[in-house]
């Protein structure tokens, strides 16, 4: 992403951001053991989302693209809610924002607060 890192070590987890050369922000949330369980994005333009979110992008195309044609609108967010994988990704023309959260990855008494992504 070619991206200037920070890390702050939050308790049982630590938030990397990396800021984007566009001015964009991606958070990654890891656990003890350095497992991204959340991942948040904001700014200008679209980060590459396959590559942010690795073995979960087929399910985030997949879930979408059904979302999509049972709103019989191609203008609904992309979105994932499945029990152990939440997407939701928003936003219009220059800006972007969006989450990634895998529950069962996270460390005990993690706050999806935690993970508010400020537009």
Not at 20 to 34: H, I, K, L, Q, S
Not at 101 to 112: C, D, H, I, K, W
């Amino acid at each position: 992403m070619n991206a200037r890192i920070a890390s702050f070590p939050m308790g049982r987890f630590i938030r990397h951001e990396l800021t984007r050369p566009n001015g964009g922000m991606v958070r990654e949330f890891t656990n003890a053991n350095g497992v991204v369980f959340a991942v948040t994005w904001s700014g200008p333009g679209k980060p590459d989302l396959s590559t942010l979110l690795g073995r979960y992008f087929a399910a985030f195309q997949a879930d979408s693209a059904a979302t999509a044609r049972a709103m019989h609108s191609l203008r609904h967010p992309p979105q994932v809610a499945r029990t152990d994988l939440q997407i939701q990704a928003g936003g219009h023309m220059g800006w972007f924002h969006g989450v990634a959260y895998v529950p069962s990855l996270a460390p005990p008494g993690f706050s999806t607060s935690d993970l508010a992504v400020q537009p």
